[in-house]
């Protein structure tokens, strides 16, 4: 299969949607920065574009992202349950089992491996703004997307919105996600890519991988929220608007 390299990320990760996989692999920002042309990601990336093409015409071509969801037709209401069952759950969980690994490595390898320390301290600020912002979208955002959703489906008018329109509290959780995002660059360059040291002990070792892990869940869980979630929700709020009018 043919890629047009003039095609954004997004429209990539859309189509192909286990080519998240290829971009976390290659350091592609495929959730903050996703409005960008292939081309200039690989650019940016110091990567040639043909390899990245070639990865991608490599990648199993299917429709879901895992669990049978698909993303390009699941009802919002859905997309956003999964969203807090798959991503929100396990970054709770994550962010309260990293917090403690933290401490402990920290307080053995603190000294000899200050980076360490600035690492805490970065993570402290991504989980000081992490959990507000998923209550925020639990109990606020995703419960109208819901409710926008089923008076679309209802030829009802849209819901009341105390926000004044659904495109407010999504710009507002996108700014949040630009903001993790960054912390995430920051936290990797901190660890060198997350290689540890040849004498790191296991918790050392389970922190990195951790960490890694923690940041290659959060960039899909952006990505479904930036690329998937909220540009059909605004679509749908449109459309709602242009029967009203």
Do not use: W
Not at 68 to 90: C, Q, T, W
Not at 204 to 225: K, S, W
């Amino acid at each position: 299969m043919s890629f047009n390299p003039s095609k954004t990320v997004r429209e990539l990760a859309m189509e192909i949607p286990n080519a998240t996989r290829v971009f976390e692999k290659m350091k592609i920002d495929y959730c903050c920065g996703g409005n960008r042309p292939l081309n200039e990601a690989c650019n940016e990336a110091g990567l040639q574009v043909e390899e990245v093409i070639q990865l991608l015409g490599e990648t199993e071509l299917t429709d879901a992202v895992s669990d049978g969801i698909d993303i390009r037709s699941e009802p919002l209401a859905l997309l956003a349950n999964y969203i807090i069952s798959k991503h929100h759950v396990f970054t709770r969980e994550e962010l309260e089992r990293l917090t403690t690994l933290l401490e402990k490595v920290c307080s053995v390898h603190g000294t000899n491996h200050p980076e360490l320390l600035q690492i805490k301290s970065e993570f402290q600020i991504l989980r000081a703004e992490l959990e507000p912002h998923m209550l925020k979208e639990e109990r606020i955002l995703f419960p109208y997307i819901a409710r926008l959703e089923s008076a679309t489906l209802e030829n009802r008018p849209a819901p009341f919105a105390p926000f004044g329109t659904v495109g407010n509290p999504i710009a507002a959780m996108m700014r949040e996600h630009d903001a993790a995002g960054e912390i995430l660059r920051t936290i990797r360059n901190l660890s060198g890519d997350f290689v540890v040291p040849e004498n790191a002990c296991f918790s050392y070792r389970t922190l990195f991988n951790a960490l890694e892990e923690l940041e290659a869940d959060l960039h899909q869980h952006i990505h479904l929220e930036n690329n998937v979630l909220f540009p059909r929700a605004l679509e749908m709020e449109n459309k709602v608007q242009s029967v009203i009018v």
